[in-house]
């Protein structure tokens, strides 16, 4: 069987500091976490050698053994039959709760309780909803605390135990060499308690399968991604831990008239020619229900933004409201009647140029540069 190099395995240079190790670590334990690929075996074996380098260079003493002897340091006189080097990694969240447990806030040899998995649902709402805000029902399927024996695993009546192998610790320690090596309880897998009589409506793991109907508030102001947290929806702890979070993630659907950016809303309003030569007024209905008259100053070009302030998207969680910005696009009419086109044609008789500085400015530029020519 082929031996990697423990330093290889976790990514890490031979002089790399024990900060530096248990960094790489943990990123390569997340990646390849079982939870995180389920049923896929490669990662499985990944996940046990990178457990099974950290476990050796963790600690000072196996550290300056391996970088001096490297893998023969744990045969034969390491202590015990076979590679006593390897732990017994079958309880996968076990050995990645002792690693992470004090990281994530726990305390070292104190048998936390294991929390419920978060759970994820996506909601699609109108930017109208997300305006006015929203109060709606969503139905999830969860595991819940199982109701006969709430939570507890064992049938009504009795109660788990401490288990008596590693009294109530969940972990057990083996003498391999001069070296103590902590793994799972075999009896009880690492929950520190043993039921005899399991409740028969969840089999003892105190959770069953549940159909949920949940009322959700959306605040008014939400936008694209914004999460809405519900404290304690999410799966349930087993054996009667702490149930997990679910994170409503809003994803708004396109508006026919407006694009939102943060507060600001936009959009593009077609203009005539007469009334962006002459000035003018435009309404624009708002979200907020009420029509919005945009004053149109004459000889605006397109192009040109006007804004309406507070007109736009309420303030998530603050007061006030962003601004309506009004992009204008000048029409050209392609149908004219008799009369229309012999106005026009009355106008570019009488055309001195300085009706449109832009365009005079344009020619004249063009003119100088291919006057030496």
Known sequence: MTEVDYYELLECERTADAATI????????????PDKNAGCKDSEAKFKAVNEAYDCLKDPQKRAAYDRFGHAAFRNGGGGSGQAGQADFSGFSDIFESV????????????QPRRGADLRYDMEISLEEAFHGKATEITIDVTAA????????????????????????????????????????????????VIDDPCRDCRGDGRVEKTKTLKVDIPAGVDEGTRVRMTGEGEAGPRGAPAGDLYIFLHLKRHPIFEREGTTLFARAPVSFTTAALGGTLSIPGLDGRAHEIRIPAGIQSGKQ??????GMPVLQGRGFGDLVIQVEVETPTRLSTRQRELLELFRETETGEECPESKGFFAKLKEAFAGE
């Open 22 to 33: 248990k960094s790489s670590y943990r990123k390569l334990a997340m990646k390849f976490h």
């Open 100 to 111: 992470f447990g004090e990281f994530m806030g726990g305390r070292p040899g104190q048998r």
């Open 146 to 193: 199982c109701e006969t024996c709430h939570g507890s695993g064992a049938k009504p009546g009795s109660r788990p135990h401490a288990c008596n192998t590693c009294g109530g610790h969940g972990k057990v320690r083996a003498q391999q060499g001069f070296f103590v090596v902590e793994r799972a309880c075999p009896v009880c897998n690492g929950s520190g308690q």
């Open 306 to 311: 006007l804004r309406q302030r507070g007109a």
